[in-house]
């Protein structure tokens, strides 16, 4: 079995990371209350929150929403970290998001995303996880994942939105997400706690906390998005 991950913690601001065990949620076990709240997978069957990391190590990303246009193009860049090299690090990598079980597949095809994903609909673990609802106005910096400016970006998310099979915002709108280290077990590594939309943890600074090696998301090729 691997070694286990540093245990991580944020201070002021959630900019930096510093290995130490402390905090209100860092290097406490996940309750079990939490652990056994469930998941929808593409099919609609439920699995328990923790049975997804409880014998392996785990990156757990929630997002806003499936629609939201930052939050697509995050995961298109999760999309892009190679199995193999999840594998060489024994960790698994797992989106949650917040919309119907229906949404998932469509979601996948759009973004590429291949990994592991799941939703919570009535958004009760993102509630148990503290995360936020609502819009906190802080300066979160340019993100390395965000390739759309507002109005393109919403332009698209309301074209998703209009012409899609079911219209609905695909969640909470209101909702932010967060990043999560997980596992074995209900041990928490780690955890962010997105303050607004913008504010989602660099990728590669996620991927070094559990020994996965740097990804290059500079080299894009060219798309046309309609």
């Not at 691997?2 to 949620?25: C, E, F, H, M, W």
């Not at 929403?65 to 690090?89: G, T």
């Not at 919403?154 to 990043?179: E, I, M, N, Y």
Request: proline share 8%.
């Amino acid at each position: 079995m691997a070694a286990p991950a540093p245990v991580t913690r944020q201070v002021s601001g959630g900019a930096s990371l510093v290995p130490a065990p402390s905090g209100p949620d860092s290097g406490q076990p996940l309750a079990a209350a939490v652990a056994e709240l469930p998941v929808l997978d593409a099919c609609g069957q439920r699995v328990p929150f923790g049975a997804l990391f409880r014998d392996r190590r785990a990156v757990v990303v929630f997002v806003r929403h499936f629609l939201c246009y930052i939050c697509k193009e995050y995961v298109e860049d999760l999309a892009r970290i190679p199995k193999s090299f999840l594998q060489e690090a024994n960790v698994t990598l797992i989106v949650i998001g917040q919309s119907s079980y229906h949404h998932i597949e469509p979601f996948c095809k759009l973004t590429g995303y291949s990994h592991e994903i799941y939703v919570d609909p009535e958004r009760e673990i993102y509630k148990r996880l503290g995360m936020k609802r609502g819009e906190e106005i802080a300066s979160s910096g340019q993100s390395p994942h965000v390739k759309s400016n507002l109005l393109s970006g919403s332009l698209r998310s309301l074209w998703r939105a209009v012409t899609g099979p079911l219209f609905d915002f695909q969640g909470d709108p209101a909702q932010q997400g967060g990043t999560l280290i997980l596992g074995p077990g209900n041990n928490i590594h780690f955890i962010h706690r997105d303050r607004n939309r913008l504010d989602h943890k660099p990728i590669n600074s996620v991927l070094q906390l559990v020994g996965v090696q740097h990804v290059n998301f500079t080299n894009r090729p060219s798309v046309i998005h309609v």
